[in-house]
């Protein structure tokens, strides 16, 4: 059997014989909405990319229902972290069935290094804990030097979060995780999860998105000056620029150079926009 709750063929027991064998009730406190559906997490393994030729750090694996999906389609190597404990029996059951290819590091995320394990190339892969999944996201996305150490990210948010990652200007969702991630990845809404595909359902539905980074920003700027003047354009996002912008100094002079009406307001600006602004405030400093 390969469809919900299946064993999944690699000889291992059903995800929700797993849950019971373990004494594995989901903990609220620790984000776990478990997936036992082997479609969906072999739906999600593939949307990684290239597996074989990549190791894959995975966040939060809980029992294990995507760590087996990568595993069996073919992952050279999967780290993964996981901060319950409770998981660490199941999952040396997985590292077992699949000889020098899971290594599991108990641990915060958030705190623990997995580098020192990882060849590159490297991709993210996770059903990410709602509690971190925006910070990890973030840090993620905005390393000390540019390449990171991943290729690409598919990591599962819940739809709102999602939305905001890939918006354009104009919508609601568009703000300053959207900017943070388009300036230097792609990204896409891969599909859609609905809340009974999880145990327990959560109140809202999630989404599997899928950033690929590119090797350079999209438009040249400073990655500090970037994020202050959206920080300031986005901290008061119903206001005009001339007046959300007015911490900058001489934000009407730099806005009529960076061709932006300085009457408009912050979800209207593209991020070329953005990048055009903050070089001008870059090169105004430099020259102070
Ligand atoms: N990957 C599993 C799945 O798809 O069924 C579980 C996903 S569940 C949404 C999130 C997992 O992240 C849980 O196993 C939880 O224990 C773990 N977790 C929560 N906070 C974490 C942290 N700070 N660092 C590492 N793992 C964490």
């Known amino acids: 059997m390969s469809g919900a709750g299946g064993s999944g063929g690699d000889g291992l027991p059903p995800l929700r014989e797993v849950i019971a064998t373990h004494g594995l ?26 597996l ?56 915060d995320a958030l705190g623990v290094d997995p580098l020192p394990l990882l060849t590159p190339p490297i991709r993210i892969a996770a059903n990410l804990p709602y509690n971190v999944g ?16 991943w290729e690409s990210m598919t990591l599962m948010f819940q739809r709102e979060v999602a939305e905001r990652i890939v918006a354009a200007p104009g919508s609601k969702a568009y703000g300053r995780l959207s900017l ?24 809202v539905t999630s989404a599997v998105v899928h950033l690929e980074r590119l090797a350079e920003p999209r438009f040249p700027a400073d990655a500090a000056v970037l994020s202050r003047v959206v920080a300031l354009a986005f901290g008061q996002r119903r206001k ?45 400093d430099a020259s102070r």
């Open 240 to 284: 005009m620029l001339r007046a959300s912008l007015r911490p900058l100094g001489d934000a009407e002079t730099l806005l009529a150079a960076a061709g932006i009406p300085a009457t408009e307001r912050a979800e209207q600006v593209s991020l070329e926009g953005f990048c055009r602004l903050a070089r001008l405030v870059a090169e105004r």
């Open 134 to 149: 925006t910070e990890l996201l973030v840090r993620w996305l905005t390393p000390a030097v540019w390449p990171p150490f």
């Open 25 to 50: 009730a989901a903990r609220k406190s620790l984000g776990q909405n478990f997936l036992f559906d082997l479609n969906l997490t072999g739906r999600i393994a593939r949307r990684v990319g290239d």
């Open 52 to 107: 074989a030729g990549s190791d894959v750090l995975e966040i939060g694996p809980g029992p294990g229902g995507l760590t087996r999906a990568l595993l069996t389609e073919g992952a050279r190597k999967v780290v993964a972290i996981e901060r319950d404990a409770r998981c660490l029996p199941a999952l040396a059951e997985i590292a077992a069935a699949y000889p020098g290819r899971l290594e599991v590091i108990e641990g």
């Open 180 to 203: 943070l991630a388009q300036w230097r990845c792609n990204a896409r809404i891969a599909f859609e999860i609905p809340a009974r595909a999880f145990t327990p359902a959560p109140k």
